[in-house]
């Protein structure tokens, strides 16, 4: 029987992983929705793509999987992918989680995690953030069979990201360069960082002249196996 993915965006346009999907997924029937299924039982796995919307369904939804570009518990909240890169972190992870009543909390099935390279910018991550969230897609099916993905539950503690805006992008023209590269590297093209001289805005983008390219191999672990058992690494 032919297994059955659907990805849900907000916006169909935001649909731009289709290469991925004919990599990791090329047996399997994918739909890709701009709503939420009205019976998401049909389909084996319904992935929320960087939704921007809370979505609130029944506990007996339990094939319903989030990516957030952090270790959770850590880094809950908002703009994981800045955080990364602005304060250093050694690894960048992508954790696997299934809904649950808050955001951010859901029981963790799989963590992917990375390397942080000294060239990598914020786009070269998001870049990877959507491979490997296909690619992970792809094992939890495997892994599950089909069934519903078994994860932990998070620890009650974890330290959480607020919200940020295009203003906080705002160099600091007092501070040393060196101490502006980290929020240099992890701002995106979309949110620039920027600076204000003598009353003119000016943004500023970092391009490294070495390429940026997904690892290989990957430390991609499940916290839980099929068959309850703690922890299980791959890669």
């Given at each position: 029987?032919?297994?059955t993915v659907a990805f849900v965006v907000n916006d169909l346009s935001e649909f731009t992983f289709a290469d991925h999907i004919r990599k990791y997924l090329p047996d399997v029937a994918v739909?890709?929705?701009?709503?939420f299924p009205q019976t998401p039982a049909?389909?084996?796995?319904?992935?929320?793509?960087?939704?921007?919307?809370?979505?609130?369904?029944?506990?007996?939804?339990?094939?319903v999987v989030i990516f957030h570009s952090s270790d959770l518990p850590d880094g809950r909240g908002w703009a994981p992918i800045y955080h990364t890169l602005a304060y250093g972190a050694p690894y960048y992870t992508v954790s696997g989680i299934k809904m649950g009543a808050k955001v951010d909390e859901g029981d963790i099935v799989v963590k992917a995690r990375l390397p942080v390279l000294p060239h990598y910018v914020a786009a070269d991550l998001r870049r990877f953030d959507d491979e490997i969230s296909v690619l992970l897609s792809a094992r939890i099916l495997d892994r599950f069979g089909g069934g519903a993905p078994k994860g932990r539950k998070q620890a009650a503690e974890g330290s959480y990201n607020p919200r940020r805006r295009p203003q906080d992008n705002e160099i600091d023209l007092n501070a040393a360069f060196v101490d502006v590269i980290p929020h240099l590297r992890a701002c995106e093209p979309q949110h620039p960082a920027f600076f204000v001289y003598q009353g003119q805005r000016y943004t500023v983008q970092v391009t490294p002249d070495i390429p940026a390219v997904l690892p290989s191999q990957l430390e991609i672990e499940f916290l839980v196996d099929r068959d309850d058992n703690q922890s299980a690494k791959s890669s």
């Amino acid at each position: 029987m032919t297994r059955t993915v659907a990805f849900v965006v907000n916006d169909l346009s935001e649909f731009t992983f289709a290469d991925h999907i004919r990599k990791y997924l090329p047996d399997v029937a994918v739909s890709v929705l701009n709503a939420f299924p009205q019976t998401p039982a049909d389909y084996d796995l319904v992935v929320l793509w960087n939704l921007r919307r809370v979505i609130h369904t029944d506990a007996a939804c339990d094939n319903v999987v989030i990516f957030h570009s952090s270790d959770l518990p850590d880094g809950r909240g908002w703009a994981p992918i800045y955080h990364t890169l602005a304060y250093g972190a050694p690894y960048y992870t992508v954790s696997g989680i299934k809904m649950g009543a808050k955001v951010d909390e859901g029981d963790i099935v799989v963590k992917a995690r990375l390397p942080v390279l000294p060239h990598y910018v914020a786009a070269d991550l998001r870049r990877f953030d959507d491979e490997i969230s296909v690619l992970l897609s792809a094992r939890i099916l495997d892994r599950f069979g089909g069934g519903a993905p078994k994860g932990r539950k998070q620890a009650a503690e974890g330290s959480y990201n607020p919200r940020r805006r295009p203003q906080d992008n705002e160099i600091d023209l007092n501070a040393a360069f060196v101490d502006v590269i980290p929020h240099l590297r992890a701002c995106e093209p979309q949110h620039p960082a920027f600076f204000v001289y003598q009353g003119q805005r000016y943004t500023v983008q970092v391009t490294p002249d070495i390429p940026a390219v997904l690892p290989s191999q990957l430390e991609i672990e499940f916290l839980v196996d099929r068959d309850d058992n703690q922890s299980a690494k791959s890669s």
